[in-house]
């Protein structure tokens, strides 16, 4: 087991996302971490290098700590703490023993309409129990619900789990969402989004919406062979509603996908009108219960007050329109690959449903011990000042331009505007009826610092869906219940006829761990089997018939009132108040021209010595250039002359004395 931090230890991998890797961990037996117990299991996702290394995501991860800390719910994955070591940030979780929705999906077919219902209900509590906190999700995917059980009345019940929450939180970070950049995945990503516009807790209705319509048709409403034409679909077309889509599932369903982010329900609201229509839309239900379903229409209401997406566009001192965007900056644009699909296999090449999977590079596993390098806080290098620099890719850019070309799911990604040949959508009138209410925020109370299932309520209705004590459930196995017919909407054959179900063989231990160490099964039969009955099942109902080809008239045409976005001058970034317009205007810090670096040979090869023979080389030239200089252009030819002249006569001199002394 290798250490995390000062606290945790890891043990083995339980998944890798496009963001990090998911390890099961420990809390250690020697330590004490608030609100944990010694040894107790955890999930640690320990975030990717690239990110680690990014001081806008450091700063982030620091700066948000508190609040995905107290960001509690019983439908939301608890975070226990944060780790930063050196380069190493990870988020400590709860364990959730069970598979996520998107795997459950691909093994288990689609939900019945009932079921589908409640379990989005419950995801819709976490997203208004975090919308509350300020805190929009948009990331909202399958991929991002893990799916737990659940004891209700004595019946383990599916119980889902939203995750992936901090990873949103930190990828608001300015360096890497810009004003027209999007975070998300693109089957799940709400037309703002995708377009660059102000967004609200609104796109994680509209994820609701998109995922909604997948746990019960077993596809999603906007399909394309790649990201880029599924981002156009959910601009230009209208979801098609199957055949055999109950009605007043499918009037939740199209408001959450209206392209209008003002048209789209609260999360409260929404939560509260699914609890109607899965108690409207079963063989069982009561007249009165079918009637508040079809009328489920006037609860939908639109919330007063969505909360704004942090450094989104209308945060940044650039909001408003579409138009007013500064589309256009080259040197952003990343634009995402093409979809390998094979002509006429739309889809094929780019699996939406697909987990996400190890990035482009694919690095070895994470090695805690080579990775957990210790670095003085001091030497994190702090975000440079001024406005992020363009020129240089950011971590992330680069980390998701990776992962888009393996067909990631969670992008962060750029269009131009011209890209999208989206006509202008004219969302149908709103209904009537749908005054804002004051949903008021029952069913929630958030408790700092408190283990889960504290301080929460159900919303009104939250049990309607349920079995209740002496109360036959609707859509749920019901051991030796035949099917029944009666109510206004007949499910499709085999929609209620359900084997009796056998408890799944796992329980949630503490922290959520099973005894048995393995990842459990969910309950069998919680789903509608696809392939029951006779008629079309849920999840194989044809598809859509395809939208009308519309005429793809360019933006501005539409909206002659605003100018192109390339044309529309920058927002200045800085403005001096009023006030300040006596004072001597400051001298813009001056930059410091940036020096290339030395270009070097491709083909460079180390010669050991060279450095220094060459060195010799050139003082022996220079020595002779010298010789040659001084023999030519000095008397030192004469001084020779003299100097052997002198020897000659000296040797002479010599010579005579010793012959004369012989
Ligand atoms: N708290 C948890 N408890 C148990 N398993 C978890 C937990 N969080 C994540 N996992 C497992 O780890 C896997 C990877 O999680 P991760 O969130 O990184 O994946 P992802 O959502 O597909 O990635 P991304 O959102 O970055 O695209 C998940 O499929 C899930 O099975």
Redesign the pocket.
């Known amino acids: 087991m290798r250490p995390v931090g000062s606290k945790y230890l890891l043990e083995e991998?339980?998944?890798?996302?496009?963001?990090?890797?998911?390890w099961?961990g420990r809390v250690r037996a020697d330590v004490e971490v608030p609100g944990t117990a010694p040894g107790q299991q955890?999930?640690i996702?320990i975030l990717r290098e690239e990110l680690a290394a990014d001081p806008d995501v450091v700063m982030r991860f620091l700066r948000e700590r508190s609040v995905l800390l107290r960001l509690t719910h019983p439908n939301i994955?608890k975070v226990r703490d944060l780790v930063v070591e050196g380069e190493l940030l990870a988020l400590v979780?709860?364990?959730?023993?069970?598979?996520?929705l998107?795997?459950y999906l691909r093994e288990n077919g689609p939900f019945s309409p009932i079921a589908g219902a409640l379990l989005m209900a419950q995801v819709a509590d976490a997203l208004a129990a975090s919308h509350v906190d300020g805190i929009v999700h948009r990331?909202l995917?399958p991929?991002?619900v893990?799916l737990a059980t659940a004891v209700v009345e004595g019946t383990e019940q599916m119980h889902p789990?939203l995750?992936?929450f901090g990873?949103a939180r930190l990828a608001d970070s300015p360096g890497i969402t810009r004003s027209h950049e999007f975070v998300g995945?693109p089957a799940y990503v709400a037309p703002e989004s995708a377009e660059g516009r102000p967004q609200t807790s609104a796109v994680d209705v509209y994820g609701a919406g998109i995922m909604l319509y997948e746990l019960v048709t077993g596809r999603q409403p906007f399909q394309g062979d790649n990201p880029l034409a599924i981002l156009q679909a959910h601009l230009a077309q209208e979801p098609q509603r199957p055949s055999t889509m109950p009605e007043p599932l499918w009037t939740v369903i199209e408001r959450c996908l209206r392209k209008d982010p003002a048209q789209r329900p609260g999360a409260v609201s929404l939560s509260r009108a699914l609890r109607v229509v899965a108690a409207g839309v079963g063989v069982h239900a009561s007249p009165a219960a079918v009637d508040a379903a079809l009328a489920v229409g006037a609860l939908l209401v639109p919330d007063p007050q969505p909360t704004a997406v942090r450094g989104s566009a209308d945060t940044e001192g650039q909001g408003g329109p579409l138009a007013g965007l500064p589309f256009g900056a080259e040197d952003r644009t990343q634009v995402l690959p093409a979809g390998q699909a094979a002509p006429g296999q739309p889809g094929q090449g780019y699996d939406p449903a697909a987990?996400?999977r190890v990035m482009g590079t694919q690095p070895p596993p994470y090695d805690p011990a080579a990775a957990t390098r210790v670095m003085p806080p001091a030497a994190v290098p702090p975000p440079p000042p001024g406005p992020p620099q363009a020129d240089a890719p950011h971590p992330w850019q680069s980390q998701l331009r990776a992962?888009r070309d393996r067909n990631?799911?969670?992008e962060i990604g750029y269009f131009e505007p011209e890209d999208f040949e989206a006509p202008p959508v004219a969302p149908p009138p709103f209904q009537a009826g749908q005054g804002h209410q004051q949903q008021g925020q029952q069913g929630y109370q958030q408790q700092p610092g408190h283990p889960q299932q504290q301080g929460y309520r159900p919303p009104q209705g939250y049990q309607q869906g349920y079995p209740q004590p002496g109360q036959q459930p609707q859509g749920y196995p019901q051991p030796g219940r035949p099917p029944q017919g009666g109510g206004r909407h007949q499910a499709p054959p085999g929609y209620a006829q359900r084997p009796p179900v056998a408890p799944p063989p796992y329980r949630t231990g503490p922290g959520?761990q099973q005894p048995g160490g393995g990842?459990p099964q969910p309950p069998a039969g919680y789903n509608q089997p696809s392939q029951q009955g006779q008629g079309q099942p849920y999840g194989q109902q044809p598809a859509p018939a395809p939208a009308p080809p519309q005429p793809a008239p360019r933006r501005a045409a539409a909206a002659p009132a605003a100018p192109p976005r390339r044309a529309e001058p920058p927002a200045p970034q800085h403005r001096e108040p009023p006030q300040r317009r006596a004072e001597p205007p400051r001298e813009a810090p001056r930059e410091t021209p940036r020096r290339e670096p030395r270009p070097r040979s491709r083909n460079r090869m180390y010669i050991p010595g060279l450095g220094c023979l060459k060195g010799c080389l050139m003082v022996l030239l220079v020595l002779a250039v010298a010789a040659v200089a001084l023999w030519n252009f000095t008397p030192l030819p004469e001084y020779w002359a003299n100097v052997q002249d002198w020897f000659t006569s000296a040797k002479d001199w010599a010579t005579g004395l010793f012959d004369s002394k012989k």
């Open positions: 991998t339980l998944g890798r996302g496009a963001t990090g890797t998911v099961r955890v999930a996702k994955v979780m709860d364990i959730v023993d069970g598979p996520d998107a795997r990331d995917k991929a991002n893990l789990m995750t992936d990873i995945t987990a996400t992962a990631q799911q969670t959520g990842r």
